[in-house]
């Protein structure tokens, strides 16, 4: 089985989970994270392909939210690529945004105000087609302590404080995102 098959496989596991009971989150009661074997959260393969727009765009991030990847260019060229955790399983209302945005604005230290949790890191996505804000790529904890038996609220978490600080220093407000599924 590949990594993006198994990792499509826990997703699907949870979102199975979270169907049944919503109030309750799918990893209560288990004792490690859903991660395949030779899971890292430092790095991962570059797509062999990708849209368009990722090779053509000055600055851009490119998620994959099929493969759970996600991938920095820079003047049409990978600079780095990474796991991260979308939100899609947790239904419509907690969907991580489709398509193109910007990074609109970035906060280090950053604590949702919803949900009272740490969001080091958060760089805020303003997205083209969808007038909601607060979804943004940061660090996430709960990714590290629950691997892929779980979701964001939106958010696309990454679990690696190394890439986070990467992506950090390397973006900044104006640079495009763009979500898209291969």
């Given amino acids: 089985m590949t990594m993006p098959d198994a990792i499509r496989a826990i997703q699907n596991a949870a979102t199975t989970k979270w169907t049944a009971n919503g109030t309750q989150e799918p990893h209560v009661g288990e004792t490690s994270p859903a991660l395949p074997a030779g899971f ?103 990714f590290q302590r629950e691997g892929y038996d779980g979701f964001s609220h939106g958010c696309m978490g990454v679990g690696s404080e190394a890439v986070m600080q990467r992506m950090w220093e390397t973006f900044k407000p104006g640079d495009e995102v763009y979500t898209y599924r291969s």
């Fill in 40 to 142: 890292t959260f430092d790095t991962a393969a570059t797509p062999a392909s990708a849209p368009r727009i990722c090779s053509t765009a000055k600055r851009i991030i490119c998620a994959d939210k099929t493969t759970y990847v996600a991938t920095a260019y820079i003047n049409g060229e990978p600079q780095f690529s990474f796991p991260f955790r979308p939100g899609d399983g947790r239904g419509a209302s907690f969907a991580t945004g489709d398509g193109h945005g910007r990074i609109d604005w970035k906060s280090r230290h950053h604590v949702s105000s919803l949900y009272g949790t740490p969001m080091p890191y958060a760089m805020f996505i303003a997205w083209d087609k969808d007038a909601r804000r607060g979804q943004a790529f940061h660090l996430s904890y709960d």
